[in-house]
Antibody, heavy 119, light 107 residues
Framework: EVQLVESGGDLVQPGGSLRLSCAAS????????MNWVRQAPGKGLEWVSY????????YYADSVKGRFTISRDNAENSLYLQVSSLRAEDTAVYYC????????????WGQGTLVTVSS | EIVMTQSPATLSVSPGERVTLSCRAS??????LAWYQQKPGQAPRLLVY???TRATGIPARFSGSGSGTVFTLTISSLQSEDSAVYYC?????????FGQGTKVEIK
């Protein structure tokens, strides 16, 4: 069974930092590209970042470029998102999301971890 | 950036009725279109990809159609457990953009 379990969300002050983690199991992690997708309270879904299977190709949404860093450890079956210079508008549930093998469509989502940016 | 527009914003339907949700892309996305279902407090779940391919374990009452810029998700006979928000997403590249969602309520 595919499982994606996020952790690391917390209440943080504006300008602060966090490291979000996603532990993957039930599939060959190194064979799937991965994403972080977020959802502000009561709002829709917003794609945040993409990382290829090897980690050699990375993309970010314009809204987070220069502040967020995605990475992965295929030996540990883990995905990460370092979030820095946080703003109130970054408040959201952050989902770890797996792409279908060889494609860009998300076929599995974690349950999410909540990041709240507030003073 | 490709903009996805869904309609209507909210739909109130009786159990057993047919439901049709619409999604329009600002430019052609070919068949690179997915539909997701999200229930309150839960993560989204993939229903359809490739515009018309049902994901694993998805009931046959869900079907997708369309190509290019106009897409439809149909629920042939609405069940109470189908109350949710439905999102479309284009995935022509790594930056998939989502529609704003359609909320389906049960009358």
């Amino acid at each position: 069974e595919v499982q994606l379990v996020e952790s690391g969300g917390d209440l943080v002050q504006p300008g602060g930092s966090l490291r979000l983690s996603c532990a993957a199991s039930g599939f060959t992690f190194s064979s799937h590209s991965m994403n972080w997708v977020r959802q502000a309270p009561g709002k829709g879904l917003e794609w945040v970042s993409y990382i290829s299977t090897s980690g050699s190709t990375i993309y970010y949404a314009d809204s987070v470029k220069g502040r967020f860093t995605i990475s992965r450890d295929n030996a540990e079956n883990s995905l990460y998102l370092q979030v820095s210079s946080l703003r109130a508008e970054d408040t959201a549930v952050y989902y770890c999301a797996r792409n279908l093998h060889g494609d860009y469509v998300v076929d599995y989502w974690g349950q999410g971890t909540l990041v709240t940016v507030s003073s | 950036e490709i903009v996805m527009t869904q309609s209507p914003a909210t739909l109130s339907v009786s159990p057993g009725e047919r439901v049709t949700l619409s999604c329009r892309a600002s430019q052609s996305v070919s068949s690179n279109l997915a539909w997701y279902q999200q229930k309150p407090g839960q993560a989204p779940r993939l229903l359809v990809y490739g515009a018309s391919t049902r994901a694993t374990g998805i009931p046959a009452r869900f079907s997708g159609s369309g190509s290019g810029t106009v897409f439809t998700l149909t629920i042939s006979s609405l069940q109470s457990e189908d109350s949710a928000v439905y999102y479309c997403q284009q995935y022509t590249n790594w930056r998939g953009t989502f529609g704003q969602g359609t909320k389906v309520e049960i009358k």
